[in-house]
């Protein structure tokens, strides 16, 4: 059984910062691409960021400079760094992976619960 828990979401000013976590259980993370989107109210939901298994960094254009996506293969967690945060930053963003879990060689999408960020003065 994979799981994706996502944690770091929080009200916050412009211009400020947050650190998202995705902490997995039960995935070869060090053989998984990881990946945050995000969806605002009303809206599809969006590719944020990608990390692949070496570590290749990739961002959607309107968070590129202000985002870092990184993860920690002995934690077997990703993280989204988000920095100068606007209100249009607001969403639930979601950790995503591509990987297989153990005991199987089948690539297959995973994806948490989503985490709350709210952008607003």
């Known amino acids: 059984q994979v799981q994706l828990v996502e944690s770091g979401g929080d009200l916050v000013q412009p211009g400020g910062s947050l650190r998202l976590s995705c902490a997995t259980a039960g995935l070869r993370f060090i053989s998984s691409d990881m990946a945050w989107y995000r969806q605002a109210p009303g809206k599809l939901r969006e590719l944020v960021a990608t990390i692949t298994t070496d570590g290749k960094t990739d961002y959607t254009d309107v968070v590129q400079g202000r985002f870092a996506i990184s993860r920690d293969n002995i934690k077997r967690t990703v993280y989204l760094q988000m920095n100068s945060l606007k209100p249009e930053d607001t969403a639930v963003y979601f950790c995503?992976?591509?990987?297989?879990?153990?005991?199987?060689?089948?690539?297959?999408?995973?994806w948490g619960q989503g985490t709350q960020v709210t952008v607003s003065s």
């Open positions: 995503n992976a591509k990987g297989p879990q153990y005991g199987s060689s089948n690539i297959r999408d995973y």
